[in-house]
């Protein structure tokens, strides 16, 4: 999709530092880390939010969710979070549907304290 930040990395013209591709899916470090690792998962294919999903793209959503499996244990993550952000006000800034995987560093626990 044209003026999508997301679409641009998936082409490959906007660069990034990518971890991991395959035909659907792509991982790359996000580029204001708010943990000691903090990488995001994407579709290649443009899905707004997590609202836009349909039953058809759940096999991509398994797959994400595989890939962020795959790479905490390549990246010998000890525990982790993933986070989805979902609309404006989820605090969705990149409508490009993505699974942030956060790991280390003081993550505040929602609920606790
Ligand atoms: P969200 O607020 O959930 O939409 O998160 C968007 C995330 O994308 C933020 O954490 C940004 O730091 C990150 N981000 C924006 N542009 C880039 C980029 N070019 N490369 C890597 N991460 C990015
Ligand atoms: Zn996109």
Do not use: W
Request: with cysteine; aromatic share 8%.
């Amino acid at each position: 999709m044209r003026d999508c930040i997301f679409c641009k990395i998936v082409a490959g013209e906007i660069p990034s530092q990518k971890i991991y591709e395959d035909d659907d899916v792509m991982a790359f470090y996000d580029i204001h880390p708010k943990a000691d690792v903090h990488f995001l998962v994407i579709p290649k294919k443009h899905i707004p939010t997590y609202m836009d999903v349909e039953e058809q793209d759940l096999p991509l959503m398994g797959k994400i969710h595989s890939t962020v499996q795959k790479l905490a244990r390549e990246l010998e993550l000890k525990g982790f979070r993933v986070i989805n952000n979902c609309g404006k006000e989820g605090g969705q800034e990149v409508f490009h549907i993505h699974f942030h995987v956060l790991s280390g560093g003081k993550l505040g626990t929602p609920g606790q304290g």
